[in-house]
């Protein structure tokens, strides 16, 4: 898969800039296969880490993004839908009844043109930096497809990129690749099929683990956007989730 807009952007327009300012690292490159699907499957710490991992990336990848991206109005929103839009990026909303099946459906199509999928298994940005509860996507669309994940933990992109801001700041960021997991092998080393209903979750279950590990972040068993919504509603931290 090569996207002209997707080169341009990389080399010329944004990642020049980046390379220089956040002086990004990234380690365990070899382990990504440089040819055939894959599943990339990331913790996520900020908007950046959308161009951070790329930029660092051999390989082109397709994020499926939330459908706001699209639709947003105005001058900004006009620029933000063509950028989404021109590096090829796939629109899902992800409060519809088929948010699943649009996902299944992007994610087959991407890896059946031997790409590489993009997501955040978290399926929002971290609040403060842990490691929250996987949404079980990423799991479904390994286990009906056979191909493997690659684990990558985000390391500094939140102090470069905080919720809420637009311009990165000068701060260093790193990326760590772990070792590829096969969801096939893992799911039967857990007593359980791939087409169990368990099998989704306890594959999440287990890539947020090497995520945890990878990024060395503690590891909250709760859902970021079910944390943020009750930060949002000042209502604090739920019990049982508040930073130690």
Known sequence: MHNKWYSIFKHVLIGPFLRVWNRPELEGV????????????????SVMDSF?????????????AKKEYFTAPGVVGAIQRWFFKAVNQI???RDADNAGESLMAAGKKVLGEGGMLGIYPEGTRSPDGRVYRGRTGAARVALATGVKIVPVGMIGSRDAN??????????????????????????????????????PRALTDHIMQVLKDLVGAEYVDVYASEVKKSLEAGKGYPAGTEPR
């Open 162 to 199: 905080p919720i809420g801001t637009w311009v990165p700041r000068p701060r260093k960021v790193r990326m760590k690749v772990g070792e590829l997991i096969d969801p096939v092998a893992y799911v039967r080393s857990q007593g359980l099929e791939p087409d169990d209903r368990q099998a």
């Open 91 to 93: 629109p899902i909303d």
């Open 30 to 45: 070899e382990r990504i296969p440089t040819e055939g699907p894959i599943i990339m499957a990331s913790s996520h710490q």
């Open 52 to 64: 951070y991992f790329p930029l660092m990336c051999p390989r082109q990848m397709v994020f499926p």
